[in-house]
């Protein structure tokens, strides 16, 4: 989600970034999700431009995020994208007022993504029938494992995601 932002902004050689994310329970995830975000990356879009991504980045219980960032000083427009199980919303602020037409609610979320990965081809041979979109969910964040079965689904997420990110995120 964030490199797709990223890709819509002029091309830069580098961004210094200050990414603040919420999570519904952050007393029992924060560490994780820092680790996979903080950091410097490197990026390549398009197959051809390598930029350099230097992230900085604090992790608030879910709503605190938002306030934050629209409150942090020098800030000119802050972009917040909450993408959630069946909506992903869109909105720009500046300052801590939201910009007029700037808030956009794509009916399309998580669950897209664990629906497809339930109907995938390979899911249904592996179980015999469609998997649980739930159990999905649950296994995307216990190093995808489907339920009690020690079934391990990562390689049909990875196929899986990036035709929900062109069809369910870019647009929104």
């Given at each position: 989600?964030?490199?797709?932002?990223?890709?819509?902004?002029?091309?830069?050689q580098?961004?210094n970034?200050f990414?603040v994310?919420?999570?519904?329970?952050?007393?029992a995830?924060?560490?994780?999700?820092?680790k996979?975000?903080q950091?410097k990356h490197?990026?390549?879009?398009?197959?051809?431009d390598?930029v350099?991504?230097?992230?900085?980045?604090?992790?608030?219980?879910?709503g605190?995020?938002?306030?934050?960032?629209?409150?942090?000083?020098?800030?000119?427009?802050?972009?917040?994208?909450?993408?959630?199980?069946?909506?992903?919303i869109?909105?720009?602020?500046?300052g801590?007022?939201?910009?007029?037409?700037?808030r956009?609610?794509?009916t399309?979320?998580?669950?897209h993504?664990?629906?497809?990965?339930?109907?995938?081809l390979?899911?249904?041979r592996?179980l015999?029938?469609?998997?649980?979109?739930?159990?999905?969910?649950e296994?995307?964040?216990k190093?995808?494992?489907y339920?009690?079965?020690?079934w391990e689904?990562?390689?049909?997420?990875s196929?899986?995601?990036?035709?929900?990110?062109?069809?369910?995120?870019?647009?929104?």
């Amino acid at each position: 989600m964030l490199l797709g932002a990223i890709a819509q902004t002029p091309r830069q050689q580098s961004y210094n970034l200050f990414l603040v994310a919420s999570l519904h329970d952050s007393q029992a995830f924060a560490h994780d999700l820092k680790k996979a975000l903080q950091g410097k990356h490197i990026v390549k879009f398009d197959g051809k431009d390598i930029v350099n991504v230097d992230i900085t980045c604090q992790i608030t219980e879910e709503g605190v995020g938002a306030l934050l960032v629209s409150r942090a000083p020098g800030q000119q427009k802050v972009a917040l994208i909450d993408l959630g199980h069946g909506t992903t919303i869109t909105s720009i602020f500046e300052g801590n007022k939201l910009l007029q037409n700037s808030r956009k609610i794509d009916t399309v979320g998580v669950h897209h993504l664990c629906e497809t990965i339930a109907n995938n081809l390979q899911t249904r041979r592996h179980l015999g029938k469609p998997a649980n979109p739930h159990l999905i969910r649950e296994g995307m964040s216990k190093n995808f494992v489907y339920g009690t079965t020690n079934w391990e689904f990562s390689s049909i997420y990875s196929s899986e995601l990036k035709g929900w990110l062109a069809s369910c995120l870019v647009p929104a």
